[in-house]
């Protein structure tokens, strides 16, 4: 059963944006803080962004500081990150997962990002 379903991804150029979701129907969204993570081609996952449970607090990580905003809303159980000023090296699969030890992962969406 999936829980977490992520959307958004695709085709950019360099200096472009996307939105990605991530949707939560079945999950009580409002209890948990949630996060996005990243995974390379031939790299570890890696931390993007996490933000708690009212969305109050937020935490990035340096490789997007400042070009990337995750957001939430409760009322419609889902998760959202904008990426701005997309780069080369952004190009990844994007998981969001609830930022807990046993916490479920989506199924990833996939971003490209052309020079």
């Known amino acids: 059963q999936v829980h977490l379903v992520e959307s958004g991804g695709g085709l950019v150029q360099a200096g472009g944006s996307l939105r990605l979701s991530c949707a939560a129907p079945?999950?009580?969204?409002?209890?948990?803080?949630m996060a996005w993570y990243r995974r390379a081609p031939g790299k570890e996952r890696e931390f993007i962004a996490t933000i708690n449970w009212n969305g109050r607090n937020t935490r990035y990580a340096d490789s997007v500081k400042g070009r990337f905003t995750i957001s939430r809303d409760n009322s419609k159980k889902t998760l959202y990150l904008q990426m701005d000023r997309l780069q080369p090296e952004d190009t990844a699969i994007y998981y969001c997962h609830e930022d807990f030890d046993v916490g479920y992962w989506g199924q990833g969406t996939q971003v490209t990002v052309s020079a």
């Open positions: 079945r999950r009580p969204f409002s209890s948990y803080d």
